[in-house]
């Protein structure tokens, strides 16, 4: 599986930005999906996930209330819809997929991964 995550851009404090991470070369509905970041000097870490069906998601601490992760299996696509964003936000965001069908938030069980997508939030 290919993963292209896009919709990085600039945004003010308060605002909104929804990202895509689409997928190609294999069938996309088995596999989990989650976002994960990495801010400058910072470990990646996880964001949220959604299990392969989309019947169960998960958020960081950090995002939840503010974040939302969906998934429409027949475009092959996942979303991340940020709200309410803060400058703390403000990260190269990536999209991944595995195989065991339920996101999990550890990096080592993603099979998959985009290129990544920034995402900065100014004040």
């Known amino acids: 599986v290919q993963l292209q995550a896009s919709g990085g851009g600039l945004v003010q404090a308060g605002g909104s930005l929804r990202l895509s991470c689409a997928a190609s070369?294999?069938?996309?509905?088995?596999?989990?999906m989650a976002w994960f970041r990495q801010a400058p000097g910072k470990e990646r870490e996880f964001v949220g996930g959604?299990?392969?069906?989309?019947?169960?998601?998960n958020y960081a601490d950090s995002v939840k209330g503010r974040f939302t992760i969906s998934r429409d299996n027949a475009k092959n696509t996942a979303y991340l819809q940020m709200n309410s964003l803060k400058t703390d936000d403000t990260a190269v965001y990536y999209c991944?997929?595995?195989?065991?069908?339920?996101?999990?938030?550890?990096?080592?069980?993603?099979?998959?991964w985009g290129q990544g997508t920034l995402v900065t939030v100014s004040s």
């Open positions: 070369g294999r069938t996309f509905s088995p596999y989990a």
């Open positions: 959604i299990s392969w069906n989309g019947g169960s998601t």
């Open positions: 991944a997929g595995n195989r065991l069908g339920m996101a999990v938030a550890v990096t080592t069980y993603y099979d998959y």
